[in-house]
């Protein structure tokens, strides 16, 4: 399959790398260096960046592609989806379906995704012909992320206001997993160790759960900045993760979180909503930030230089 003339999945193909801008403070209208926002990919590890997709001002928040190479985007007026590439969408959801904050393709299949939005959860199996609300057990609705477990795709686990929650029943309904009361901003399946999770939280740092998310474990030794927007793991070994946190950039252990270092050297800004480590190259690592644009660390997060995206809102990054 092409991506605007580019190998998607094949043995030769890079790393395709998407991101999701949702705004910039130098958007003006009527301005002629205005900078776009949307979606864009990169198949050079992000020496040069394509917009895929709509010209005009549409708020998104996270993109992501499916094994065939199908685009979901996670945007403030809903679902969007793409089947050639980006170069057209269509919106999939109704009116009662918006600020969509992060969409997850189920691994095993395709045609079922899920949408956290900040009214609840909701979900299709017919790659977005219809969507039904998944709210049984739901405590409170605003819903910022959401992972399909890859090994038991009836398990979903949910970033939510009083914790994390988990559906046995592929969202049917819902219980607290682990984090009562607390808010959670962020959930992440270790890519090499399904029963490995992590969880950032607003203003009570990380927790770490090694069986599946039956027990979790405050992870905060040297994380002297606790509230963390997305965590990033290596993609063959557990023992070293990234965090993004705000007002104090990226934190990375190598020691599987047992202690945190700050590895900000370069990073231009401090708030930091959206990390990728290559697969290809895990010595690549991105950062998105809150208006202040693209990082990229060649070194594994110990330097940073400014990629791309000046005073943008890099709110989702993704890769396939």
Not at 182 to 203: F, H
């Amino acid at each position: 399959m092409l991506f605007a003339g580019l190998v998607w999945f094949s043995a030769e193909a890079q790393e395709t790398i998407l991101m999701s801008v949702l705004n910039s403070r130098k958007h003006r209208l009527n301005v002629s260096d205005n900078p776009v926002v949307g979606v864009f990919a990169s198949t050079d590890a992000g020496n040069s960046w394509e917009q895929r997709g709509w010209k005009e001002y549409i708020r998104t928040f996270y993109t992501e592609a499916d094994e065939c190479g199908v685009l979901w985007s996670a945007c403030g007026n809903g679902v969007l989806r793409s089947t050639d590439q980006g170069t057209r969408w269509v919106i999939t959801t109704g009116w009662e379906v918006t600020e969509v904050l992060k969409v997850a393709v189920d691994p095993s299949k395709s045609s079922t995704v899920y949408a956290a939005t900040a009214y609840g959860i909701f979900k299709t199996t017919d790659d977005g012909r219809t969507w039904r609300e998944k709210k049984i057990g739901l405590a409170l609705p605003f819903t910022s992320d959401v992972v399909v477990d890859r090994s038991n795709r009836n398990r979903v686990f949910a970033a939510t206001e009083v914790g994390v929650l988990l559906s046995a029943d592929g969202g049917d309904s819902w219980k607290t997993a682990g984090l009562n009361g607390l808010g959670v901003r962020a959930v992440v399946q270790d890519p090499s160790n399904s029963a490995r999770l992590w969880a950032g939280t607003q203003d009570d740092g990380i927790f770490g759960t090694t069986d599946g998310g039956t027990t979790w474990k405050r992870m905060n030794d040297g994380l002297q900045h606790k509230t963390v927007y997305t965590i990033a793991v290596h993609p063959n070994n557990s023992s070293l993760v990234y965090l993004g946190t705000h007002g104090g950039g990226v934190y990375r252990t190598e020691n599987g979180g047992r202690k945190w270092e700050r590895r900000s050297d370069g990073l231009g800004n401090p708030d930091v909503h959206s990390l990728l480590v290559l697969k290809t190259n895990p010595n690549t690592v991105f950062a998105g930030t809150l208006n202040g644009g693209l990082f990229r660390s060649a070194d594994g997060g110990n330097t940073w230089q400014f990629n791309s995206q000046d005073e943008g809102q890099v709110w989702g990054l993704s890769s396939k």
